[in-house]
């Protein structure tokens, strides 16, 4: 069967650097992290469009797509300390929302069993299901956890008729037993979903979920040093998922279901350098950047940060246990220079 190639924008890679191909395991037999976009929208229940997200997070920077990110605060280039390949888009078509998600998961899961570390760029929520249960089987399902930033809970059991939607893949992946629930942590969530007998279902999985008002009253920091202790216990790694709406629409206006009230742009960067320098991540996506909806390309812009410091933080941390000098926050930029 012949493949369509790029659909949804131009044939490029993430700023730049070099292709692999996903039916071939040689070409990044030897990748720490391979991006790879699943732009799926066909389980949206609101305003479709982020199957554009991957290309509009690819390309969402002012400097030259050159495969070089040097990051003034961690002072390492991920784009050449990391081997980072791009393998282009799994080809989904949204009519076909088991097929597009057998092919995510496949892709993945080759992705994730060569020992790189993929990235997904989504696509909806949806993809959430594929994504983490195609690490989860490369590693060993029950044995990695989930920290999920996001609005919405994501746990919704059947809508329109379906399984499978944006709403739902979290209820699918505890399910499936690739992620526990007990090691399922939520940040983030907020406005007037879900139902209370949803809540009820999360309870009973032993999900652990931090809403806005208990992060404003807490402190993300204490939030997120809490959710790391569950996360570890008894896993051996992490799968980051994170939805940009879980930031306020201030901070990315374009995606399909927006709720006031989020997580500031530099809350949600701090916290994935964080995540990314303290955790043995295997895995991660974002989701729900819809360009239809952006102005100026600041969700795009934010999506693509959001990515540079998950890959910056993971060459940090891979420098700090080669035994190089330890990354400290409070460092000034010139210091030693």
Excluded: K
């Amino acid at each position: 069967m012949p493949r369509y190639g790029p659909m949804y924008g131009p044939d490029l890679t993430f700023l730049g650097v070099e292709r692999c191909d996903v039916d071939d395991p040689a070409s990044y037999a030897d990748a720490d992290v391979v991006i790879l976009g699943a732009p799926f929208d066909g389980g949206t229940s609101h305003r479709p469009g982020a199957r554009f997200g991957p290309m509009a997070l690819r390309q969402a920077c002012y400097l030259p797509q050159d495969g070089s990110r040097p990051s003034l605060a961690l002072r390492v280039d991920a784009l050449r300390d990391l081997r980072v390949l791009d393998a282009g888009d799994v080809e989904c078509y949204s009519g076909d929302v088991e097929g597009s998600l057998e092919a995510i998961e496949s892709a993945v899961h080759r992705i994730a069993a060569s020992g790189a570390v993929p990235v997904v760029l989504g696509g909806d929520h949806t993809v959430a299901l594929p994504d983490a249960r195609g690490t989860a089987r490369a590693h060993a399902p029950g044995r990695t956890s989930m920290i999920h930033f996001d609005a919405h809970a994501d746990t919704g059991n059947i809508s329109f008729g379906h399984l499978y939607g944006h709403g739902q893949p979290m209820r699918r992946l505890i399910e499936s037993g690739a992620i526990r629930g007990d090691r399922f942590l939520q940040i983030g969530l907020r406005g007037y979903w879900p139902e209370p007998e949803t809540l009820e279902w999360m309870a009973r999985q032993d999900m652990r979920s931090y809403e806005m008002t208990e992060i404003v009253a807490r402190g993300l920091e204490e939030c997120l040093t809490e959710a790391f202790r569950i996360a570890l216990d008894e896993c051996d790694q992490i799968f980051l998922s994170i939805d940009i709406d879980v930031c306020d629409p201030g901070h990315a206006p374009g995606t399909g279901t927006p709720e006031p009230g989020g997580l500031t742009a530099r809350q949600l960067l701090d916290a994935v350098r964080r995540i990314c320098y303290e955790l043995p991540v295997a895995g991660m996506e974002i989701v729900e950047v819809a360009p239809p909806y952006d102005h100026a390309d600041i969700t795009a812009l934010l999506g693509n940060r959001v990515v540079l410091e998950a890959l910056s933080a993971m060459a940090r941390r891979r420098a700090d246990e080669a035994g190089g000098e330890r990354w400290d926050p409070r460092r000034p930029l010139l210091d030693g220079r």
